[in-house]
């Protein structure tokens, strides 16, 4: 930080005061050459004094329009660019959610014939979803392997044998739980 004598401000003033020198920069050599040229044409061609002002006095105006138009242009081909990036999904104005993503500050979307809102209370998801093999629908890609560990202790054979069928209802109970939120 000692070797920064100006702030990031300063630079970017120096950036565009660079930007702007170079534009006129840009300028002055379409003056020297239009002048030239007159000049030349002048010599070569034998045209009088108030033709060769004549062509200059064009030359700059042509600079002066190009130079005025040039911002104008600008503005109407971002803007042109911002409209179709905004409309077509290749252009990258739309955000695909089809593998799900989270939305976290408050959208709107369209929804039907009126408009929907989203992320207006905080993040919120979005999942794909996809019917199961009975027909509901659920969230896709939610299924997966699922392992159920019972830890049964019991001091010999016999008390083991003995919580066989609680056992057995327990393991029962976990398996409707996980065909139910499937």
């Keep these: 930080m000692a070797n920064d004598l100006f702030g990031e401000e300063f630079r970017d003033e120096l950036s565009d005061v660079s930007v702007e020198l170079r534009r006129?920069?840009?300028?002055?050599?379409?003056?020297?050459s239009s002048v030239s040229r007159a000049f030349r044409g002048a010599v070569l061609d034998g045209k009088s004094f108030r033709s060769v002002l004549s062509d200059i006095a064009c030359a700059f105006a042509d600079i002066a329009l190009k130079a005025a138009f040039k911002p104008l242009g600008t503005l109407v081909g971002g803007l042109v660019e911002n409209i179709f990036a905004a409309t077509n999904p290749a252009l990258g104005g739309v955000t695909p959610f089809a593998k799900g993503g989270v939305i976290a500050s408050p959208s709107y979307f369209p929804l039907g014939r009126s408009m929907g809102l989203a992320g207006e209370a905080g993040p919120e998801a979005i999942m794909p979803l996809q019917r199961g093999s009975d027909g509901r629908l659920g969230v896709a890609g939610g299924g997966g392997a699922v392992q159920v560990t019972f830890n049964v202790t019991a001091s010999d054979a016999r008390s083991f044998a003995a919580s066989e069928a609680e056992v057995s209802a327990m393991l029962l109970r976990a398996v409707r739980r996980g065909t139910r939120g499937s």
């Design 24 to 32: 006129i920069g840009d300028l002055a050599d379409g003056v020297a």
